[in-house]
């Protein structure tokens, strides 16, 4: 069988990814994100929507999902009804949960065990919040040697002081492609997973 090697992610002729070596990372989709008053991140119900077909292509495939899951303090601390992983995609039995006390998925954490325990090199990414822990996730990955693939229409963000939320994606998207990951849309990962 031809194996040919395309942006770094390994493809076999007539067969698509190769899912043994992929896994999908969905980072602090929490109830706490979609709790605040008068605040909503941009464009919340096509990202949630975009994520949760990602995630039921993946398991479609078997396709390993790992939740990254934010605990911290206020509403973020453990137990409590926000730090929950939202409920349209909460995390059957068999997939991972990995908690996390910083912006990083790996600091701290046994995120990079247990990739190298499933024999997993590519990552795709998902998530919240862009600006913080889907950027420095991305950027760790990177340095220690995955190839990932962030979805430019599956992570989000609130607007801020200076920037709308909007603006905050694009920038992340533009600074992030190509030299730490890959940039694919949500219709362009589930055909890819799908093939």
Not at 111 to 116: A, E, I, R, S
Not at 158 to 165: H, I, Q
Request: charged share 20%.
């Amino acid at each position: 069988m031809k194996i040919e090697r395309y942006s770094k992610f390994i493809y076999t002729a007539g067969k698509g990814l190769i899912m043994e070596n992929t896994a999908l990372l969905i980072i602090d989709v929490q109830v706490a994100m979609f709790s605040y008053e008068n605040v909503s991140l941009h464009n919340e119900d096509k990202v949630l929507t975009n994520i949760k077909q990602i995630l039921e292509t993946a398991r479609k495939v078997n396709m390993p999902v790992i939740f990254i899951q934010h605990t911290a303090d206020e509403e973020y601390t453990k137990g409590s009804p926000t730090w929950e992983i939202y409920s349209k995609i909460e995390p059957t039995n068999n997939e991972i949960v990995i908690e996390k006390s910083t912006r990083d998925s790996f600091h701290q954490t046994n995120l990079q065990t247990v990739l190298q325990e499933l024999g997993v090199e590519n990552l795709i990414i998902v998530g919240m919040q862009t600006e913080f822990c889907v950027d420095t996730t991305c950027r760790s990955a990177s340095s220690k040697g995955f190839n990932s693939i962030l979805v430019k229409d599956a992570h989000s963000t609130f607007d801020c002081e200076f920037l709308t939320g909007e603006q905050i994606i694009n920038h992340h998207n533009r600074i992030l492609d190509a030299k730490v990951v890959q940039l694919k849309t949500t219709i362009e990962i589930i055909n890819l997973i799908q093939q």
